[in-house]
């Protein structure tokens, strides 16, 4: 073989091997069973979310593992899963430990939730009378 035509096949050779894996199409992570869900929930005084400063603010993950700076992540991304990530309904969980009453004093306390469900966008806004009628209609949930 003469020199050209080796140097010319060694480079065309070359060329493939280095420039070949970067021409096949790349391939994803595996989808999830289960779309990310990412929450950050926040509670403050007042009647509107506009007007009340935050005065405490948790973080909950829901996808794969539980996680967040909620005081139990377990218990409240099962319930949750229990009402389908539909907060209104989160009242109709009450349990016997959860069986307490409240005083009808008057303070009302707003509670916000923003992020992703099970892939769905939630921008959730509810004023409770009261911080012992929140804990107590919103299951775990709003135990923060």
């Known amino acids: 073989m003469r020199p050209m035509t080796r140097w010319a096949m060694t480079g065309t050779l070359l060329a493939a091997t ?5 021409a096949m199409p790349a391939h994803s992570a595996p989808a999830s069973q289960y ?6 929930l926040t509670t403050g005084h007042g009647e509107r979310a506009a007007t009340a400063a935050p005065e405490r603010a948790v973080t909950l993950n829901c996808a794969y593992t539980t996680s967040g700076t909620h005081p139990d992540p377990r218990r409240a ?10 907060l209104d309904r989160l009242a109709t969980l009450r349990t016997g430990e959860s069986e307490r009453y409240c005083t009808k004093e008057y303070r009302p306390i ?6 992703v469900w099970r892939g769905t966008r939630v921008n959730y806004e509810h004023t409770f009378a009261n911080a012992c009628i929140k804990e107590t209609q919103g299951a775990s949930v709003f135990a923060f």
């Open 18 to 22: 280095v420039a070949g894996p970067l």
């Open 35 to 40: 779309a990310p869900s990412a929450l950050v």
């Open 77 to 86: 991304c099962t319930d949750l899963d229990r009402v389908n990530g539909d």
């Open 110 to 115: 707003v509670v916000t939730i923003q992020g």
